[in-house]
T-cell receptor
Framework: DTEVTQTPKHLVMGMTNKKSLKCEQH?????MYWYKQKAKKPPELMFV???????INESVPSRFSPECPNSSLLNLHLHALQPEDSALYLC????????????FGSGTRLTVV | GESVGLHLPTLSVQEGDNSIINCAYS??????FIWYKQESGKGPQFIID?????DKRQGQRVTVLLNKTVKHLSLQIAATQPGDSAVYFC???????????FGQGTTLQVKP
């Protein structure tokens, strides 16, 4: 299995809702990443997990809460989002933090209403 | 500062021609570079990578060139096909930090 799987593919949520994005990989990668991508812009790094521990938080607002329950799973919990948080959220993984093999999932298209 | 940029936002080529997409980076500590292809509604797809101890790497129909002296990266696509139409991003990894930084992207349009 050489894929990063993200669910759901699309999500519409209200500003008072709580939702979660899920990411899964079975390549034995020990680093996992969350990126945010606005339309016609490059992906921007949000969080890095290495060996299930948070390694990098790129000053992301606390309404985004990451979680890595095990080496294959990465979640992003969402609460009290704003319309400007609407974007494509991408998950990626690599062998180790900062090494080769960065593989991206297809993303979750999030719309906040 | 840390930045990765591309020289042209859109590149239009004729089917069958070769394409060259350029990228400039500014961080001398970057030691690993990746080119990604992103089609509409999809995640970035790995094309080819190169480490800073190399200046050229070839794949199937693609070649990446790295010039560390002028901090320049390029992606060459041979015999461009309509299926190559997409946005292409270069990305740099800064010294094993886990930070993979993307450039602004170049849209490649292939005319039949």
């Amino acid at each position: 299995d050489t894929e990063v799987t993200q669910t759901p593919k699309h999500l519409v949520m209200g500003m008072t809702n709580k939702k979660s994005l899920k990411c899964e990989q079975h390549m034995g990668h020990r680093a996992m990443y969350w990126y945010k991508q606005k339309a016609k812009k490059p992906p921007e790094l949000m969080f890095v997990y290495s060996y299930e521990k948070l390694s990098i938080n790129e000053s992301v607002p606390s309404r985004f809460s990451p979680e890595c329950p095990n080496s294959s799973l990465l979640n992003l919990h969402l609460h009290a989002l704003q319309p400007e948080d609407s974007a494509l959220y991408l998950c990626a993984s690599s062998q180790e933090e900062g090494t080769d093999g960065y593989t991206f999932g297809s993303g979750t298209r999030l719309t906040v209403v | 500062g840390e930045s990765v940029g591309l020289h042209l936002p859109t590149l239009s080529v004729q089917e069958g021609d070769n394409s060259i997409i350029n990228c400039a980076y500014s961080n001398s500590a970057s030691d690993y570079f990746i080119w990604y292809k992103q089609e509409s509604g999809k995640g970035p797809q790995f094309i080819i990578d190169i480490r800073s101890n190399m200046d050229k790497r070839q794949g199937q129909r693609v070649t990446v060139l790295l010039n560390k002296t002028v901090k320049h990266l390029s992606l060459q696509i041979a015999a461009t096909q309509p299926g190559d139409s997409a946005v292409y991003f270069c990305a740099e990894n800064i010294g094993h930090t886990g930070k993979l930084i993307f450039g602004q992207g170049t849209t490649l349009q292939v005319k039949p």
